[in-house]
């Protein structure tokens, strides 16, 4: 529904826009930072059966890619996180997917979900060498 739609905006979406401005806008003055947004796998390619979170993931990654090259002259540096399937209780939770655990592991054409503590690391790594996209 509509309604839904634009409670996955809402939170997916203008959530990450308001903070990164503010990140931003602080980390611009300071002339140095680094802002880090969350997307996901799905924001990088097509994601049927959950399209409101996709068009969200999408639009985090075009936000991120943007701004990555417009603040590198400020010292600012800006990356997005686009992990996969990482072993967390959000999908019991979630309503912004509309599938159970195993519809969405079928659909990522995975089995092996990576635990949140290698993700991490991962992550720490690809931010370390100032990577855009880290899956």
């Given at each position: 529904?509509?309604?839904?739609?634009?409670?996955?905006?809402?939170?997916?979406?203008?959530?990450?826009?308001y903070?990164?401005?503010?990140?931003?806008?602080?980390?611009?003055?300071?002339?140095?930072?680094?802002?880090?947004?969350?997307?996901?796998?799905?924001?990088?390619?097509?994601?049927?059966?959950?399209?409101?979170?996709?068009?969200?993931?999408?639009?985090?990654?075009?936000?991120?890619?943007?701004?990555?090259y417009?603040?590198?002259?400020?010292?600012?540096?800006?990356?997005?996180?686009?992990?996969?399937?990482?072993?967390?209780?959000?999908?019991?939770?979630?309503?912004?997917?509309?599938?159970?655990?195993?519809?969405?592991?079928?659909?990522?054409?995975?089995?092996?979900?990576?635990?949140a503590?290698?993700f991490?690391?991962?992550?720490?790594?690809?931010?370390?060498?100032?990577?855009?996209?880290?899956?």
């Amino acid at each position: 529904s509509l309604d839904n739609w634009k409670h996955i905006i809402e939170i997916n979406l203008l959530g990450v826009i308001y903070g990164t401005q503010l990140a931003y806008q602080f980390m611009k003055k300071q002339g140095f930072g680094h802002i880090i947004n969350t997307a996901s796998a799905t924001g990088l390619g097509p994601a049927p059966l959950c399209t409101a979170y996709a068009t969200t993931k999408h639009a985090i990654v075009g936000l991120t890619t943007s701004l990555h090259y417009e603040a590198e002259e400020y010292g600012v540096n800006v990356s997005v996180l686009c992990p996969t399937f990482v072993d967390t209780p959000i999908f019991e939770k979630s309503i912004a997917i509309n599938m159970n655990k195993d519809q969405i592991i079928k659909q990522l054409k995975t089995n092996k979900p990576i635990s949140a503590d290698k993700f991490a690391e991962i992550a720490l790594k690809a931010i370390h060498k100032n990577k855009l996209v880290i899956c």
